[in-house]
T-cell receptor
């Protein structure tokens, strides 16, 4: 079974600074997708960024970027120029590919605080 | 485009009482998921529907939980009777079965408190 591990229960960052959230996963599959989701207090899960395992290039979305290390099974999220609105729970998630719309497997999350 | 709609947003019940949650997925999305999120944890799948067929319900506690998705659109998740350990957020998500599509869209969830 696939597992996702987030080793940082809580992180904090000063406004306008950069922070990196860690995620490791375990799978025997070669083709899969990885995601970072943001969950603010409203509970709405919002997709931040996604990475296809077959792509070597790291995904970027504006201030958000990932460091995908397939051999190490590591998938960290870097948030640059942190803003107060970035404060939320962040979940790393894995989904197996080539099997229809398989469900997401989530880590336990990292709570990010942004200090003004 | 309207997002995934869930109701109610909050529900407080006494143990042994029944409770039901409703989900309306994004129009045209044929895959629907129910996840349960315990406090301080990530969501975990309860059941997945492809159209009206439940294709993955291995994590659904079938002695007390039931779900249905009539006509492959709306879905209802029921618990009867509820236990204290069922207190959690119940999230509904939907997606479109397509080799190129992989994003799941989540609703705001229902926070259940069992007293």
């Amino acid at each position: 079974a696939q597992t996702v591990t987030q080793s940082q229960p809580e992180m904090s960052v000063q406004e306008a600074e950069t922070v990196t959230l860690s995620c490791t996963y375990d799978t025997s599959e070669s083709d899969y997708y990885l995601f970072w989701y943001k969950q603010p207090p409203s509970r709405q899960m919002i997709l931040v960024i996604r990475q296809e395992a077959y792509k070597q290039q790291n995904a970027t979305e504006n201030r958000f970027s990932v460091n995908f290390q397939k051999a190490a099974k590591s998938f960290s999220l870097k948030i640059s120029d942190s803003q107060l609105g970035d404060a939320a729970m962040y979940f790393c998630a894995y989904r197996r590919a080539n099997s229809g719309n398989t469900p997401l497997v989530f880590g336990k999350g990292t709570r990010l605080s942004v200090i003004a | 485009e309207a997002g995934v709609v869930q109701s109610p947003r909050y529900k407080i019940i006494e143990k042994k009482q029944p409770v039901a949650f409703w989900c309306n997925p994004i129009s045209g999305h044929n895959t629907l998921y129910w996840y349960r999120q315990n406090l301080g944890q990530g969501p975990e799948l309860l059941i997945r529907y492809e159209n009206e067929e439940a294709v993955d319900d291995s994590q659904l506690p079938k002695d007390r939980f039931s779900a249905e998705r009539l006509k492959g659109v709306d879905s209802t998740l029921k618990i009867q009777p509820a236990e204290l350990g069922d207190s959690a957020v119940y999230l509904c998500a939907s997606s479109l079965v397509d080799r190129g599509a992989y994003e799941q869209y989540f609703g705001p969830g229902t926070r259940l408190t069992v007293t």
